[in-house]
């Protein structure tokens, strides 16, 4: 495997289901980022973790629960989902360096589709 | 508030015509341009960073310029496989020192044969 891979491409789920989608890097970065991506909006970060420790929340409903047990894996747990929470989710990483003075390119997985009905 | 617009949202183009995307933000502390590709199912492929206003980057038929307001991703010639949405994102600083990407909406390029 090479570059950043997510598991499962798609994924159709239930208000009352859980599920956890997974993401795996494989390029010795140490962030990873979760996105959502809805039709025709852009990208909203929702976590960032960096060194495993997660550094950014952004206002995420909390029925998304996000898990890094290491630098090179990544997990979004869902939970009594709501049907507008269907979407496109991207996992990305990246090489952070001390106070960021590099403009590092984050690189992006492929996604899961998921829907909730 | 930091904010990216790309323009046109969408673009029909036949094979050989040459065109631009747009990509303007309003940004405090910009540390760079990333450009990004999209193919319909699959997570954005990277293109190109731009750092500084003056800078050009040039890959295969896709050139990228940066000025103190906005980027422009010239196509030159375009093939039906360019065929893709391209993403615009900003980088900034955030609290904690660290980078955060804030995106554009897209604009969604077909050719046509």
């Known amino acids: 495997e090479t570059g950043v891979t997510q598991t499962p491409r798609h994924l159709v789920m239930g208000m009352t289901n859980k599920k956890s989608l997974k993401c795996e890097q494989h390029l010795g970065h140490n962030a990873m980022y979760w996105y959502k991506q809805s039709a025709k909006k852009p990208l909203e970060l929702m976590f960032v973790?960096?060194?495993?420790?997660?550094?950014e929340n952004n206002s995420v409903p909390s029925r998304f629960s996000p898990e890094c047990p290491n630098s090179s894996h990544l997990f979004l747990h869902l939970h009594t989902l709501q049907p507008e929470d269907s979407a496109l989710y991207l996992c990305a990483s990246s090489q952070e360096i001390g106070l960021a003075q590099y403009q590092e390119t984050q690189y992006f997985g492929p996604g899961t589709r998921l829907l909730v009905l | 508030e930091d904010q990216v617009t790309q323009s046109p949202e969408a673009l029909r183009l036949q094979e050989g015509e040459s065109s631009s995307l747009n990509c303007s933000y309003t940004?405090?502390?910009?540390?760079?341009l990333f450009w990004y590709r999209q193919d319909p199912g699959k997570g954005p492929e990277f293109l190109f960073t731009?750092?500084?206003a003056g800078e050009e980057k040039e890959k295969e038929r896709l050139k990228a310029t940066l000025t103190k307001k906005e980027s422009f991703l010239h196509i030159t010639a375009p093939k039906p496989e360019d065929s893709a949405t391209y993403l615009c994102?900003?980088?900034?600083?955030?609290?904690?020192?660290?980078?955060?990407?804030?995106f554009g909406a897209g604009t969604r390029l077909a050719v046509h044969p």
């Open positions: 940004v405090s502390g910009l540390r760079g």
């Open positions: 973790y960096s060194l495993e420790e997660r550094v």
């Open positions: 731009l750092y500084s």
């Open positions: 994102a900003v980088q900034l600083l955030f609290s904690g020192g660290y980078n955060k990407l804030i």
